[in-house]
């Protein structure tokens, strides 16, 4: 018998050395480093027939970061389809008079289009979207507006954001959240340049799309040198007023940075009132621009509003594309609130959250392992398991859309946040690995798929609570996900 094994091993040791590689590599290079060992750490490893490759912690729900946005868009690529639009109406009511005036107000109608004004370039230019809803009512014989421009965010339940979301992450980019009407990724741009010494106030200065009726209080001064941005930004959505603080170096260069905007519909309607004036359709201000929520008056239902015409937005792929492909939490989280529309007509983030893990049971997949939050993976309160994450892969194999969703990951080499992943690495080994990376701090994920000429390995790998900087585990994550790929590059 010992013969017998031994000559056994000789026939085939590319193949036992094959099988055993990726769950070697953990043994060797992740349970013995103390970065790892110290952490808390999921893996699983699955292939084309649902046998487990390798494992550690494989049943253990951890923190998710973008991680999350896979199953967010998996979801919404099946219930919604690949071929939706997000749609934006404008409407009126009141009366257009012999002369032209409208006596009554214009409505922007929102339809959580998260594409509109954004500057991505699967984005329909906005003076393209502006000239088709102003050539509208031009047509309908509107020559002035004796009311307001109102943008009209009724399509979503009013919350800006998830709960669970970390107060400090709100004013940054990646913290703005969807509304009804949604207006260039409700974001909102400055320009800021460091005084002449340290201790000198700081100019900042409100660009392009403005946001109406905002009082902005800055208290940044100027840092020393290589203090760097160490600028704060607070904003909510009960008051349009935002806070500057901290400090912003001397050696800064100007430069024009990003931040949240609690106010997109109020912006919109802004940015569209201007833009008529220039075609010379002006309002005559009896309420200035402004939401429907700032207002808090009396409103007509929807169904009483005349409409004039309807926009849509790119096809759901394109939006898909982009939430996995550069990590895009605006479009993730208006994905996540529109299934809870469709779904269980509610979108409240909770509700939405229950409407998708009711979907996944109802469509076959166990949900154990599965705690969703959010739709983008910022909240800490997302933990998923290794487990799930290749069950639900597993599940999208079987859709009609799973090539398109495929194709949405990104990977190794390609445009999107794995570019930089895998450098110098052979282009046959790069070009199989698909997946979503997941970052906060003490948090790094990938989650995604190797393809082989047999099939789909399915994989996650969660670190969570190291005490180091990412780039020190960075590393020892790519060698797994090198080892995976070779393993299936020989399948």
């Known amino acids: 018998m010992r013969i017998r094994l031994i000559t056994a091993f000789l026939l085939f040791p590319a193949l036992v050395f094959s099988q055993n590689r990726v769950q070697n590599y953990i043994n060797r290079q992740l349970k013995t480093d103390s970065l790892f060992v110290n952490a808390a750490v999921a893996i699983l490893a699955v292939d084309e027939n649902g046998k487990d490759i390798a494992s550690w912690n494989g049943e253990m729900p951890l923190l998710t970061a973008s991680t999350m946005k896979t199953i967010t868009t998996g979801v919404a690529i099946e219930v919604l389809g690949p071929d939706f639009r997000f749609s934006t109406k404008v409407a009126y009511d009141g009366h257009i008079m012999d002369d032209g005036t409208l006596n009554g107000d214009l409505y922007i109608v929102g339809g959580g289009d998260p594409t509109l004004g954004s ?256 739709g983008s993976g910022l909240s800490r309160e997302n933990y998923v398991s290794p487990r799930f994450f290749t069950n639900f892969y597993t599940y999208k194999e079987q859709s009609a859309t799973f090539d398109q969703y495929f194709e949405s990951f990104p990977g190794p080499g390609r445009p999107g946040t794995l570019e930089g992943v895998l450098k110098g690495e052979k282009e046959e080994i790069k070009e199989i690995i698909r997946a979503k990376s997941g970052s906060l701090s003490s948090v790094r994920c990938y989650a995604g798929y190797v393809k082989t000429k047999k099939g789909h390995i399915k994989f996650a790998i969660l670190v969570n609570n190291f005490d180091c900087p990412t780039s020190a585990v960075q590393p020892k994550i790519e060698g797994f996900m090198r080892e995976l790929a070779k393993y299936g590059a020989r399948r």
Not at 221 to 250: C, I, M, Q, W
Not at 269 to 281: C, E, M, N, S, Y
């Open 119 to 374: 500057q991505d370039e699967i984005a329909y230019p906005i003076d393209s979207i502006f000239g088709i809803w102003a050539d509208a009512i031009a047509e309908a014989g509107i020559k002035r507006i004796n009311g307001s421009v109102i943008g009209d965010d009724r399509f979503f339940i009013d919350e800006n954001i998830p709960d669970s979301w970390a107060y400090g992450n709100l004013g940054y980019y990646y913290g703005s959240g969807p509304s009804g009407l949604s207006y260039a990724e409700n974001l909102s741009r400055f320009e800021i340049e460091p005084g002449a010494t340290v201790g000198d106030p700081v100019k900042i200065t409100p660009l392009p799309p403005y946001s109406p009726k905002m009082t902005y209080i800055n208290q940044v001064v100027t840092g020393p040198e290589k203090s760097r941005d160490g600028t704060e930004y607070y904003v909510t959505n009960l008051a349009p007023v935002a806070k500057f603080v901290g400090t912003y170096a001397v050696d800064m260069p100007k430069r024009v940075i990003t931040r949240s905007n609690r106010f997109g519909p109020s912006t919109c309607a802004g940015a569209f009132d201007a833009f008529l004036t220039g075609k010379g359709i002006p309002s005559l201000g009896v309420n200035d621009v402004a939401s429907l929520r700032q207002m808090g008056i009396a409103v007509p239902d929807q169904d009483k509003l005349t409409y004039l015409v309807e926009t849509f937005s790119p096809e759901l792929i394109e939006v898909i594309n982009v939430t996995n492909t550069i990590s895009n939490n605006f479009f993730a989280e208006t994905m996540l609130k529109m299934l809870g529309k469709v779904l269980v007509d509610n979108s409240y983030f909770y509700a939405s959250t229950e409407a998708v893990e009711q979907y996944l049971q109802d469509h076959g997949v166990d949900t154990y392992g599965l705690h969703q939050d959010d």
